[in-house]
């Protein structure tokens, strides 16, 4: 699902504006083993570092070698949907009261889109199950379509939904919509997924085009 639209380097601090507390990140650490962990970025000082809670603890604190280079990366989820990852040196990690890992603030920052065509902000009831042609049985989750193109779409589950994380797997997402006459089941790819104020929410990616997806943006 990943499509290079554009590759530049903004200024080292427009990132900033992407951001908020709490954000989650992918952490790559350019060891031997190319060791990777998410965490949450918890402060910053710009021009001078960047300061995030460690959240997995597979990764023993051994790894995490002062002056390590390491490697950042952030999801945007507006209508196109955006990579943004730095380079950036492990500057030290604090172990109490929390798992903290600082790093150097970074010079450069290279973003790229994650579709070819950009999605449209709706809010559309809707359900996703796992392919029944993968598995036995699978049980229905309700919840809404909050954008969509032709090629995907990102689901929000109901506020009742307790999970947090959602594992790439093909599923198969039911579009109700009486207004323009939409029941369709769609069969497609989780490519993401992610836990936010709203709650959490999957970035779903379809097996084949579904062109008429378009009315639903204007039925919103």
């Known amino acids: ?17 992407h951001v908020k507390i709490g954000q989650r990140f992918d952490l790559e650490l350019l060891d031997q083993r190319k060791s990777r962990c998410s965490c949450e970025l918890v402060g910053y000082k710009a021009g001078k570092y960047v300061l995030f809670r460690v959240e997995d603890d597979t990764l023993p604190d051994r790894f995490f070698i002062n002056g390590l280079a390491v490697v950042c990366r952030f999801l945007v989820e507006n209508s196109v949907g955006e990579c943004f990852a730095f380079k950036s040196e492990l500057l030290q990690l604090i172990r109490f009261p929390d798992k903290l890992a600082v790093i ?33 049985s699978a049980r229905s989750f309700r919840g809404h379509v909050i954008d969509v193109s032709s090629g995907g779409c990102r689901f929000l589950f109901d506020p009742s939904h307790q999970g947090s994380k959602v594992n790439l797997a093909p599923i198969v997402l039911h579009i109700q919509c009486e207004k323009v006459g939409i029941d369709q089941q769609i069969q497609g790819e989780v490519r993401n997924s992610r836990l936010e104020e709203r709650g959490l929410s999957i970035g779903i990616q379809f097996n084949l085009p579904q062109l008429y997806l378009d009315k639903l943006a204007v039925a919103s």
């Open 104 to 136: 150097s603030f970074p010079s450069a920052i290279q973003r790229r889109a994650l579709r070819n065509e950009r999605r449209n902000s709706i809010f559309i009831p809707a359900s996703v199950r796992l392919n029944l042609e993968v598995v036995q």
């Open 1 to 17: 699902m990943e499509v290079v639209v554009s590759s530049e380097q903004p200024d080292n601090k427009e990132w900033l504006s």
